[in-house]
Nanobody
């Protein structure tokens, strides 16, 4: 099991930026793919971005492409989500997740059921 703790959330004006961090402990972080999901009030949890174990491949939901960047530092056992040009519709609780796989298809990286370990979440609020 990987223990995950998110940080970096907060209140920002539209057009601003935030960088979320996900600190991992427990098992070897480099053995796990990582993703970010978010859940807005009254809505279901949705996929935001994912990255492979090595960091060589990434995926994004269409609504954040070109604005968000997922990355990881396996030496530091940490993952990141750089969020630029934030919009009010990005307001949500953001969760990082880790999964050991197997990820048999690229679509698997977008599915919440592929991830076994989850953080508690960090609130991101974007004001208009």
């Amino acid at each position: 099991q990987v223990h995950l703790v998110e940080s970096g959330g907060g209140l920002v004006q539209a057009g601003g930026s935030l960088r979320l961090a996900c600190a991992a402990s427990g098992r070897t972080f480099s053995n796990y793919a990582m993703a970010w999901f978010r859940q807005a009030p009254g809505k279901e949890r949705e996929f935001v971005a994912a990255i492979t174990r090595s960091g060589g491949s990434t995926w994004y939901v269409d609504s954040v492409k070109g604005r968000f960047t997922i990355s990881r530092d396996n030496f530091m056992s940490a993952g990141y989500l750089q969020m630029n040009s934030l919009k009010p519709e990005d307001t949500a609780i953001y969760f990082c997740a880790a999964g050991g796989g197997p990820f048999v298809r690229s679509a698997s990286y977008r599915a919440s059921m592929s991830y076994t370990d989850w953080g508690q979440g960090t609130q991101v609020t974007v004001s208009s």
